[in-house]
């Protein structure tokens, strides 16, 4: 079974930092792609940002470039989101995805909660 834990969600100021963490476990984890994304209930789910296989190539959505780094530790089976001057409008559920490319089978963690606000 391929388990995705996530973690690290909760209420920030804006302006201010979060990390949040996706524990991977019953896969090869070097095998996969990993993925952020998040939703706002009524509204889509988005993709934040992707990183490969080896975590030397990463892209992200326009609204958070820059703001947003996607690393992960193919050690730990770790995947990770550091979130830098967050705004109220990057409030939503954040949900970690595994695809693996060569099946193109996705794996999604439960989602953990992140909210911006003063």
């Known amino acids: 079974q391929v388990h995705l834990v996530e973690s690290g969600g909760g209420l920030v100021q804006p302006g201010g930092s979060l990390r949040l963490s996706c524990a991977a476990s019953?896969?090869?984890?070097?095998?996969?792609?990993m993925s952020w994304y998040r939703q706002t209930p009524g509204k889509e789910r988005d993709l934040v940002g992707v990183i490969n296989s080896a975590g030397d190539g990463t892209n992200y959505a326009d609204s958070v470039k820059g703001r947003f780094t996607i690393s992960r530790d193919n050690v730990k089976n770790t995947v990770y989101l550091q979130m830098n001057s967050l705004k109220p409008e990057d409030t939503a559920v954040y949900y970690c995805?595994?695809?693996?490319?060569?099946?193109?089978?996705?794996?999604w963690g439960q989602g953990t909660q992140v909210t911006v606000s003063s």
């Open positions: 995805k595994a695809r693996r490319p060569r099946t193109r089978d996705d794996y």
């Open positions: 019953g896969l090869t984890f070097t095998n996969y792609v």
